[in-house]
Antibody, heavy 117, light 109 residues
Framework: EVQLVESGGGLVQPGGSLRLSCAASGFIFSSYLMIWVRQAPGKGLEWVAN????????YYVDSVKGRFTISRDNAKNSLYLQMNSLRAEDTAVYYC??????????WGQGTLVTVSS | QSALTQPASVSGSPGQSITISCTGT?????????VSWHQQHPGKAPKLMIYEGSKRPSGVSNRFSGSKSGNTASLTISGLRSEDEADYYCCSYAGMRVAFGGGTKLTVL
């Protein structure tokens, strides 16, 4: 059974940093593109970043470029999102998902990040 | 502003059919057959309902169907049930970049 379990969310002050993790199981993690998507309270889904299978290429939405870094450790079946210089508008539930042939096929349950003083 | 345009809300009575549209551009929806639809109930993670425009994952009811014409994709739900009440998001994958619609709230009257 495919499982994606996010962790690392919490309350952080503006300007602070947080590292999210996504533990994958039930499939060959190193074979798939992975993605982070977020959802601000009461708002829609927003693509954040995605990363190729071997970590060689990363893509980001403009609003997080230079502040967020997506990475993966295929030996640990884990995806990460390092978030620096956090702003109030980064407050959201962050989901990781597995991409198959251009489709976000499986989603994790999400982890809440709150940026507030 | 969302990259893809969806109606904010639609409604229908049990047993009826509804259609949700998703309008993009020739650079995303129009060029790639990689539109997916995701259902989200309150407080829950999204769930894939349709992929590659019209395909259903295993376990998804055949009451859900998808189509595309030009730069607009559509999700149709037939035989509406109360459990279909949720938010629905279209998603387009184009050249490693992902765009979502703003979401459509489906109310089953």
């Amino acid at each position: 059974e495919v499982q994606l379990v996010e962790s690392g969310g919490g309350l952080v002050q503006p300007g602070g940093s947080l590292r999210l993790s996504c533990a994958a199981s039930g499939f060959i993690f190193s074979s798939y593109l992975m993605i982070w998507v977020r959802q601000a309270p009461g708002k829609g889904l927003e693509w954040v970043a995605n990363i190729k299978q071997d970590g060689s290429e990363e893509y980001y939405v403009d609003s997080v470029k230079g502040r967020f870094t997506i990475s993966r450790d295929n030996a640990k079946n884990s995806l990460y999102l390092q978030m620096n210089s956090l702003r109030a508008e980064d407050t959201a539930v962050y989901y990781c998902a597995r991409i198959i042939a251009g489709t976000l096929y499986y989603w994790g349950q999400g982890t809440l990040v709150t940026v507030s003083s | 502003q969302s990259a893809l345009t969806q109606p904010a809300s639609v409604s229908g009575s049990p047993g009826q059919s509804i259609t949700i549209s998703c309008t993009g551009t020739s650079s995303d929806v129009g060029s790639y057959n990689l539109v997916s639809w995701h259902q989200q109930h309150p407080g829950k993670a999204p769930k894939l309902m349709i992929y590659e425009g019209s395909k259903r994952p295993s376990g998804v009811s055949n009451r859900f169907s998808g189509s595309k014409s030009g730069n607009t994709a559509s999700l149709t739900i037939s035989g509406l049930r109360s459990e279909d009440e949720a938010d629905y998001y279209c998603c387009s994958y184009a050249g490693m970049r992902v765009a979502f619609g703003g979401g459509t709230k489906l109310t089953v009257l």
